[in-house]
């Protein structure tokens, strides 16, 4: 059973506008989520990353959205650049644990056109 | 700062071969380890992760192992790979909550 969900497999948007990168997830006991962008052949990159008592985090061009009592949140990517490219992954953290125990979401492939 | 080596880059492996995957963390103490798969067009997968020397948690079962002979070194192994054993492998570390950090990926084919 998937708890981290991202249901849109690709998303193209022109350069300059924005991408919005959406994801769901299940487990009520996630106290962080963050968002990894991937280029093919290389690991993931740490974008950023929001606490579950906030609803918003920005830094630069990137902004998660967190909305707790739809279990969804969103990476807001403006404007968008061609170097933005890539696979984006969003991952929840489980405060359950004795240790830090990662869930992430199956990708979404992000082409922004120039 | 922290740094996290992982190698080799690339690996061709014939069936029923060994695999030895080597991963090592600098710049922490003590951290959370793990492995990953990403098969071709699929999500990440947490095969193993460590919380200290020694101690090897299995999230599924398979024909891999993992071990964690210091601090700060982490090894994935297989006795005799399968071609399903093909993939992206990915360490990782982490010390807070809100954080992780991947080496940059080995990328295994078994033929």
């Known amino acids: 059973d998937q708890q981290v969900k991202q249901n849109s497999p690709s998303l193209s948007v022109q350069e300059g506008r924005i991408s919005i990168l959406n994801c769901d997830y299940t487990?009520?006991?996630?106290?962080?989520f963050l968002w990894y962008k991937k280029y093919p052949a290389e690991g993931p990159t740490f974008l950023i990353s929001?606490?579950?008592?906030?609803d918003k985090n920005e830094d630069g061009r990137f902004t998660v959205f967190l909305n707790k009592s739809a279990k969804h949140l969103s990476l807001h990517i403006v404007p968008s650049q061609p170097g933005d490219s890539a696979v984006y992954f969003c991952?929840?953290?489980?405060?359950?644990?004795?240790?830090?125990?990662?869930?992430f979401g199956s990708g979404t492939k992000l082409n922004v056109k120039p | 700062s922290q740094t996290i080596h992982q190698w080799p880059a690339t690996l061709v492996q014939p069936v029923g071969s060994p695999l030895s995957l080597e991963c090592t963390v600098e710049?922490?103490?003590?951290?959370?380890l793990y492995w990953y798969r990403q098969a071709a067009g699929r999500g990440l997968q947490l095969l193993f992760y460590?919380?200290?020397?020694?101690?090897i948690s299995s999230e599924v079962p398979q024909n891999l192992s993992a071990s964690r002979p210091q601090d700060r070194q982490f090894i994935l192994s297989s006795k005799k790979l399968l071609l399903s054993d093909s993939g992206f492998y990915l360490c990782?570390?982490?010390?807070?909550?809100?954080?992780?950090?991947f080496g940059s990926g080995t990328q295994l084919s078994v033929l």
């Open positions: 990782a570390w982490s010390a807070i909550r809100d954080r992780m950090f």
């Open positions: 487990n009520s006991m996630f106290d962080y």
């Open positions: 929001i606490s579950s008592i906030k």
């Open positions: 991952a929840a953290s489980d405060g359950s644990y004795n240790f830090n125990k990662f869930y």
């Open positions: 710049g922490t103490s003590n951290p959370n």
């Open positions: 460590s919380v200290g020397i020694g101690q």
